[in-house]
């Protein structure tokens, strides 16, 4: 094979693999197969996968477990990363603040009706997952804010502050990733929150995040979602 014809068929292999690792969005009710206990980070959630009905993590904990003021739930499992990610933030002089963490099916929901009214369902699936189908109902995802700062969707972008600038260059070395990065929407499904963070563990946030990929595309890739048989 020339070089160049070898350059092309990679870029082939290139795009043949984006085009597999980011389906389209669409809006389905898909339950995972996955034990969301097991494999939170394995779990697929976007507008067609969801949890299975009604599902609750066991494990969750107050996050001043990890240091953080307030008693919001989070399970576990991602405690001891948080309070690294805490630490090692302070050390460096930021000051975060925990400003949703565990939501249950009944809240998203809330939360969802709550942006259908203001926006339509059309903007609502856009800025807010359904029930069923959001990172926060698996106990693993926080939204942080700069500890003397406003709610950080209430800025332009949370990410020019030094907390937020802290956050997108240190999260995954602390076990988390960035599920919703900038000018990615066709790739996670959802606009752009520097402020929200998935546990994964530190092996698996390290290599998603150099692969420069979604979250949401990099699972499609590696764990594509399977479907549960109806019991
Ligand atoms: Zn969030």
Do not use: N
């Not at 960035?178 to 959802?190: E, M």
Request: net charge negative; glycine share 6%.
């Amino acid at each position: 094979m020339t070089p160049r014809r070898g350059a092309a068929a990679l870029l082939l292999v290139a795009l043949t693999a984006w085009a597999v690792a980011a389906p389209p969005c669409t809006i389905d009710q898909r339950v995972t197969a996955l034990d969301p206990d097991a494999h939170p980070e394995r779990i697929v959630l976007d507008p067609a996968w969801r949890l299975p009905p009604g599902y609750a993590p066991s494990d969750l904990v107050p996050v001043s477990r990890a240091g953080f003021a307030g008693e919001l739930p989070l399970r576990a499992i991602a405690i001891d990363d948080l309070r690294t990610l805490r630490t090692a933030a302070e050390a460096d002089g930021v000051r975060l603040a925990v400003q949703s963490a565990y939501r249950s099916e009944a809240y998203q929901d809330a939360v969802h009706q709550g942006w259908v009214r203001q926006l339509g369902p059309e903007r609502a699936a856009e800025v807010s997952a359904r029930p069923g189908h959001s990172e926060h109902q698996l106990g693993t995802a926080v939204d942080l804010r700069s500890a003397d700062g406003p709610p950080a969707w209430e800025l332009d972008d949370w990410a020019l502050t030094p907390e937020g600038a802290w956050v997108a260059e240190h999260a995954a070395r602390h076990g988390f990733v960035i599920s919703y990065p900038r000018d990615g929407r066709d790739a996670s499904c959802y606009g752009y929150e520097p402020w929200h963070l998935r546990w994964v563990g530190r092996e698996v946030a390290a290599t998603a995040t150099a692969s420069g990929l979604a979250y949401r595309a990099w699972l499609y890739l590696h764990h594509p979602p399977v479907e549960a048989t109806a019991p």
